[in-house]
Nanobody
Framework: QVQLVESGGGLVQAGGSLRLSCAAS????????MGWFRQAPGKEREFVAA????????KYADSVDGRFTISRDNAQNTMYLQMNSLKPEDTAVYSC?????????????????WGQGTQVTVSP
């Protein structure tokens, strides 16, 4: 099994940037397709971004495309989410997820392993 731990969340003003990290332990990250999901209070969990095992394929939700960038450093066993031009509606708990597969997945039910989440709050 792989254990995932997110970091990098915090409070930022609208228009600002944050970079989230997802560190893996237990197994090498390179064998997992990875994703980021978020959940705001009172709302369902939603897909944010996903990346294939070697980083060659990425997918984004329409709401973040062009503002967020997902990446990974398999040598460091870490995945990242660079978030720019943040908006108040980006406020949520962000969680990373992993699936032992080649292909990218955008549905949270497809993922096998989850981190505990990190809070991102964007003030107006």
């Amino acid at each position: 099994q792989v254990q995932l731990v997110e970091s990098g969340g915090g409070l930022v003003q609208a228009g600002g940037s944050l970079r989230l990290s997802c560190a893996a332990s237990g197994r090498t990250l390179s064998t997992y397709a990875m994703g980021w999901f978020r959940q705001a209070p009172g709302k369902e969990r939603e897909f944010v971004a996903a990346i294939s095992r070697n980083g060659g394929v990425t997918k984004y939700a329409d709401s973040v495309d062009g503002r967020f960038t997902i990446s990974r450093d398999n040598a460091q066993n870490t995945m990242y989410l660079q978030m720019n031009s943040l908006k108040p509606e980006d406020t949520a708990v962000y969680s990373c997820a992993g699936r032992f597969t080649l292909v990218v997945h955008v549905t949270y039910a497809d993922y096998e392993y989850w981190g505990q989440g990190t809070q991102v709050t964007v003030s107006p």
